[in-house]
């Protein structure tokens, strides 16, 4: 069975800070792995995915995400934290990326963006 | 632009009224949709998949009968909460699987924020 772990509920950083959200995954095989950002009252967007390629996987708004096996782990990351980004991430594992697969989401991350 | 629409966004209405959402992709066939449900501060808990021309598959726990689904045809499915009490309260998304714009797994509709008095 597949599942996602989030290590922090909520994490807060101050403008123009690094950005580092955990996510911990456990798959019987080789994963599909996405991180969606939500505001408030919002649908997802997608920021990120991992398929196999390159294990660095560069993202919208100036995110990437590191896929390390060994620690099955797949670690969210902003160089700079902008007020805009201030929102709740999910780190979502798929059990197939063709034609819509089942997604396992993580409990979600609450990012606060301090001025 | 969106590729999946929601609607209505938001609903609020009297205790024992039943209550459609509609999801429908745009510009690309869906022939697998999800509904999810959200409570305040959680994650998404998958509630059903809706495949094109079937009955949907719903988890665990999840009222069949409460949450009425149809997927008739590639760009529309909808979910019915039957006899709405506050308790169903919730925010509601639905999800269009296809390959779609940017080949995405899933494109998300803005979700409905259901209010039962």
């Known amino acids: 069975a597949q599942s996602v772990t989030q290590l922090d509920s909520h994490v807060s950083v101050s403008e123009g800070t690094p950005v580092l959200l955990r996510c911990n995954y456990s798959s019987s095989y080789s994963p599909s792995l996405f991180w969606y950002v939500q505001h408030p009252n919002k649908g997802l967007q997608l920021l990120l995915k991992?398929?196999?390629?390159?294990?660095l996987v560069k993202g919208i708004n100036g995110f990437e995400a590191e896929f390390k096996k060994s620690e099955t782990s797949f670690h969210l990351t902003k160089p700079s934290a902008h007020m805009s980004d201030a929102a709740e991430y999910f780190c979502v594992v798929s059990d197939g990326i063709n034609q819509g697969g089942k997604l396992i989401f993580g409990q979600g991350t609450e990012l606060s963006v301090k001025p | 632009g969106a590729v999946v629409s929601q609607h209505p966004s938001r609903v609020i209405c009297k205790s024992g009224t039943s209550v459609k959402i509609e999801c429908r992709s745009l510009?690309?066939?869906?022939?697998?949709m999800f509904w999810y449900r959200q409570f305040p501060k959680k994650s998404l808990m998958l509630m059903a998949t809706?495949?094109?021309?079937?009955?949907?598959?719903?988890e665990q726990g999840v009222e069949k009968d409460k949450f009425l689904i149809n997927h008739a045809s590639l760009t529309l499915s909808t979910l019915t909460v039957t006899s709405a009490h506050p308790e169903d309260s919730s925010f509601y998304i639905c999800?269009?699987?296809?390959?779609?714009?940017?080949?995405?797994?899933?494109?998300f509709g803005d979700g409905t924020r259901l209010s039962i008095l």
């Open positions: 809706s495949n094109e021309g079937s009955k949907a598959t719903y």
């Open positions: 510009d690309f066939q869906a022939t697998t």
């Open positions: 991992y398929t196999s390629a390159a294990t």
């Open positions: 999800s269009a699987g296809g390959q779609g714009v940017g080949n995405q797994p899933q494109h």
